[in-house]
């Protein structure tokens, strides 16, 4: 596979130098936005070894939310978790498709600077998300809208980049408020910032996933097919072996005992173990997209996802 301008300049890869071969196992690139829940399965696919067991070497690229579907339609990725903007590309026409998913509810909270103390305080506010389109922007509209709030005027929309980019610009006052993965609650507490929303209670939507182009869904399904199902063994890892998903939680995400046991039921709740998407949230998803993007013609699940893979592994 080469690797283009995109990866030389845009990301950062994850502890590891930019090769092409591996001795121990088939190199595949996997993006994420930030260090977040909601990837958490993959971490903890790789760290317990799930996919070396399918010959594949596992390098996780932190990449801008906005770079992953140029990215995987130029073979500079091969996955990316960043399932929700590649929806949205999907639906305009790019050759991509979601090939699997593990939580069905958002894990964000909508983090403000005091005094603000509800979500109508935020009229006129500037709010961080990481890109226009992205799951944080889509979440931030439906929230404003059932508030009765009109997300294209009442506020001023910022596209700043990953979670971590977010808490900064927040914590610098440059914003007012952003939706933030449920990871960052503990650094976000720390630094005098609130939480008012747990998007969950009010949406049931999609977040994370693997998504990969059409061209590597006919070029390789056999990878595709192993990638998924060590992936899968992570996502079912989180709900049979709580204590180690706690110390992998507490290393990778960086929070301390008071907090990691409140993030990880937070997961719990959204957690799919099929490593498909529940029928409401994918609607859900669709529906937002579609608001988003002005589409008005129906959308079917099937131009923008692919259940082969993973209806092959369950009847097996």
Do not use: C
């Not at 809208?145 to 700043?160: E, F």
């Not at 720390?190 to 049931?204: E, H, M, P, V």
């Not at 399904?221 to 899968?232: C, E, K, N």
């Amino acid at each position: 596979m080469r690797r283009g301008k995109i990866l030389l300049f845009s990301i950062v890869l994850l502890g590891v130098p930019l090769t092409w071969k591996s001795a121990i196992g088939e190199v595949v690139y996997v993006g994420i936005s930030t260090v977040g829940l909601y990837e958490l399965p993959t971490e903890i696919a790789k760290r317990k070894g799930f996919y070396k067991e399918e010959g594949l070497e596992v390098r996780k690229v932190v990449m801008r939310t906005g770079l992953h579907v140029a990215a995987l339609l130029a073979a500079e990725l091969d996955y990316s978790t960043v399932s929700g903007i590649v929806l949205r590309a999907t639906m305009q026409g790019m050759p991509l498709k979601t090939v699997m998913g593990w939580f069905d509810r958002p894990l964000h909270l909508l983090i403000v600077r005091p005094p603000m103390k509800n979500i109508t305080d935020l009229k006129g506010k500037r709010i961080a998300v990481s890109s226009f389109g992205s799951t944080p922007h889509v979440l931030l509209r439906e929230a404003l809208a059932l508030y009765g709030m009109n997300p294209d005027r009442d506020v001023t929309v910022l596209a700043i980049g990953g979670s971590a980019d977010r808490l900064a610009t927040l914590a610098a006052g440059s914003v007012d408020a952003t939706p933030l993965d449920i990871a960052y609650i503990e650094t976000a507490e720390k630094l005098g910032l609130a939480s008012i929303l747990y998007f969950g209670d009010i949406l049931d939507l999609r977040l994370g996933g693997l998504a990969v182009s059409n061209d590597k869904i006919e070029k390789n399904p056999g990878q595709i097919l192993r990638m998924i199902r060590a992936t899968l063994k992570g996502v079912r890892f989180i709900k049979d072996n709580k204590a180690e998903t706690l110390t992998i939680m507490r290393d990778y995400l960086r929070v301390s005992d008071p907090y990691v046991d409140r993030i990880y039921q937070f997961a719990l709740k959204s957690l799919n173990t099929d490593g498909a998407v529940a029928k409401k949230s994918m609607e859900n998803e669709i529906r937002l997209a579609k608001e988003l993007l002005k589409i008005k013609e129906d959308i079917p699940e099937a131009k923008v996802t692919d259940w082969r893979f993973i209806k092959e592994l369950h009847s097996k």
